[in-house]
C-alpha cells in the first residue's frame, strides 16, 4: 500500500480523505519557488513529491513498482549545469493534453536549465518499430541522456539495453517499462491513480456496475490503472462489468463506448482514461443519459475538468503532466552532472489530486481545484527543438 496515496485535493495541494492526508513540507522560499509554473529564468524550485527506492525489498525491481514516502523534489538552478547537455525525448503521441503538457514541461525545463531537447512521437501506442526507431536515432544522433514515454511495457526492453551499451542513461517518463537498466523513473503509479476512483465509488456504498476503458492493452499505466481500480473495489458493492482496451484516439474510444453500452444497457458507470471520459459525455448526452450515466476517470484533460465543472462527468484525478515533464528533465541532467537528489530514490512523481464536480455532493472540490502543474498554456503548441543555452 502506498501510504501516501492522496484521494481529494484542493489549491494547495494540501489532501484530505480520512487516513490519507498529507501535510504541507516546508520549503526555503527565499532560494526556491513553489510551484515551478515553467519558470524559465533558471531559478530552481520545489514541489510535494512521491518517492519510491527501486531497491527496497517490497518494491518489484521490474518498473520499480512499489510504496512510496512522502517528501519533496527540489531541481537544480541553471548555475548547476556545467553544459549543454543534449536530451532526446521519444513521446507516444501528442494527441492529447496530457502528452502535450509534459512537452511543455519539458520545454520549460530545459529552457531554464540551458540545455538543449529534441522531441519526437511515434503517433500512438501501436507504433512500436516506430518508437524504436525513434529511440535508435537518439543514440545515432549522440544525446547525451534519452527521456522515454514508452509505448509498451515490456517491448522496448532491447532499445533501452542498446542505448545503455552505448554509454546514454534512459530516463522511464510517464508510462512505465519494465527494463531493469533505465537510469530512473519519473511517473506516478496508475495503480494509484485507479485506486483513488475505486475508492471513491465504494465510498459511494451503492451497487453500482461499472465497464472499464483503461486505455491501450499492453501500456504499463492502462494496466496498472485496472489493478488499483480492481484491488479497492474489492469487497465493495461496486462491481465490473466488462473491460476493453484500446487506443486513446477519440474514435477508438467512441467505438469502444458504444459497444460497451449495446453489450451492457444497464450500466451504472463508465471508468478509463480521460480521452475516453471526454466522449463519453457527448455520448450521455446524445443518448439522455447525463446523470444518470457516471463518468469516471483515471486521469484528467483541462477539456475533461470543464466537463466535471459543468456536471457532464464526475470525478478524475491529475498525474501532473506538466510538472512529470519538469521533473524529468531536471533527473536527467543530475544524472549528468552526477548531482543525485537526496535519499535512494531512483522513482519519482508530483503528488497527484483529484477534480470531482457537483454530480459527487460533499466531494464536489471542482472550484478550488488548481491547474498549475498539470496542463499546458492553451497557447503552447509541441514544441520539437530547444537550442542549449548554457
Known amino acids: 500500500m502506498h501510504a501516501s496515496a492522496p484521494r481529494y485535493a484542493g489549491v494547495s495541494a494540501l489532501l484530505f480523505a480520512s487516513a490519507l492526508v498529507l501535510s504541507a513540507c516546508a520549503h526555503d522560499t527565499g532560494a526556491t519557488d513553489r510551484i515551478p509554473s515553467a519558470d524559465t529564468s533558471g531559478r530552481p524550485w520545489s514541489v510535494d513529491a512521491l518517492l519510491t527506492d527501486c531497491s527496497a525489498a517490497d518494491v518489484e525491481s521490474s518498473g520499480c513498482i512499489g510504496p512510496n514516502t512522502e517528501g519533496t523534489y527540489t531541481s537544480l538552478s541553471r548555475d548547476d549545469v556545467s553544459r549543454p547537455w543534449r536530451l532526446c525525448s521519444v513521446l507516444p503521441h501528442m494527441k492529447d493534453s496530457t502528452w502535450i503538457g509534459v512537452n511543455y514541461g519539458q520545454v520549460s525545463q530545459a529552457r531554464s536549465l540551458g540545455v538543449a531537447l529534441s522531441t519526437s512521437d511515434a503517433g500512438g501506442y501501436g507504433n512500436l518499430s516506430q518508437q524504436i526507431s525513434q529511440i535508435e536515432d537518439c543514440v545515432s544522433s549522440g544525446a547525451d541522456a534519452i527521456l522515454l514515454s514508452a509505448v509498451s511495457f515490456d517491448s522496448l526492453n532491447n532499445a533501452v539495453h542498446d542505448a545503455t551499451l552505448a554509454g546514454i542513461p534512459v530516463i522511464d517518463v510517464g508510462n512505465g517499462v519494465s527494463s531493469p537498466e533505465v537510469a530512473g523513473h519519473v511517473l506516478q503509479d496508475y495503480i494509484d491513480m485507479g485506486r483513488m476512483i475505486g475508492e471513491h465509488l465504494a465510498d459511494l456504498d451503492r ?152 454530480t459527487e455532493g460533499d466531494f464536489d472540490n471542482i472550484d478550488s481545484f488548481d491547474l498549475a502543474g498539470s496542463f499546458a498554456p492553451s497557447e503552447f503548441r509541441p514544441t520539437f527543438s530547444v537550442e542549449g543555452t548554457q
Not at 473495489?233 to 463506448?257: C, F
Open 207 to 358: 451497487p453500482l456496475r461499472v465497464a472499464l476503458l483503461p486505455g491501450p492493452s499492453g501500456a504499463g499505466w492502462a494496466e496498472r490503472s485496472v489493478t488499483g481500480f480492481t484491488n479497492a473495489i474489492e469487497g465493495s458493492q461496486v462491481n465490473i462489468a466488462d473491460v476493453k482496451y484500446g487506443d486513446t484516439g477519440k474514435e477508438v474510444q467512441l467505438r469502444l463506448i458504444e459497444d460497451v453500452l449495446a453489450s451492457n444497457p444497464d450500466l451504472d458507470a463508465l471508468v478509463g482514461n480521460a480521452v475516453m471520459a471526454e466522449a463519453a459525455t457527448r455520448v450521455a448526452a446524445e443518448r439522455g443519459l447525463i446523470g444518470k450515466l457516471g463518468i469516471y476517470s483515471t486521469y484528467v484533460t483541462p477539456e475533461l475538468v470543464d466537463l466535471i465543472g459543468a456536471g457532464r462527468a464526475n470525478c478524475g484525478p491529475s498525474e501532473q503532466s506538466t510538472l512529470i515533464g519538469q521533473m524529468a528533465v531536471d533527473y536527467a541532467v543530475r544524472i549528468l552532472e552526477d548531482v543525485p537528489a537526496a535519499g535512494d530514490v531512483e522513482r519519482y512523481a508530483p503528488v497527484p489530486m483529484v477534480a470531482c464536480g457537483p
